[in-house]
């Protein structure tokens, strides 16, 4: 299914979806309580969220059992990403490199580039966090 930017931008302006997309990315396949747990809501919400979510195609089901996992869809999320960097203003056009539009406006943009250096390197000790928590799984 194809959504209008203001359809997608709907669906996604709702924490709680938000954060099942980022658990299921993060987690793989869970089932509605698990999810409901995790995020501390009713299982009913979340089936209503989960509802939303898989009419918009951005997540996909299959029965297994008694069990019913939902899974992220990996395509519609890659079009949602070039939706959102389609009007994205920061000028990265999705890349995540220095957002050239802000820079370009910034009044001091040696302090705007400092923070954006202290960002990056909070993001690059959280992934060299998780490689060593997968190093020492192995």
Not at 84 to 91: I, R
Request: glycine share 8%.
């Amino acid at each position: 299914m194809i959504l209008s930017q203001a359809e997608m931008f709907k669906i996604l302006g709702v924490e709680n979806r938000i954060r099942i997309i980022e658990l299921l990315k993060e987690k793989g396949p869970l089932g509605v309580n698990e999810l409901s747990e995790t995020l501390g809501v009713t299982p009913s919400a979340v089936s209503q969220h989960l509802k939303i979510l898989r009419h918009a195609g951005l997540v996909r089901n299959e029965r297994n059992g008694y069990w019913v996992p939902y899974k992220i869809n990996e395509e519609a999320l890659e079009q949602c990403k070039e939706l959102l960097s389609k009007v994205c203003s920061c000028g990265c056009k999705g890349t995540g490199q220095i957002r050239e539009g802000e820079l370009n406006t910034a009044p001091n943009k040696l302090a705007l580039l400092k923070d954006w250096e202290k960002e990056l390197q909070r993001e690059l000790q959280e992934v060299k966090c998780r490689i060593e928590d997968l190093t020492k799984e192995k």
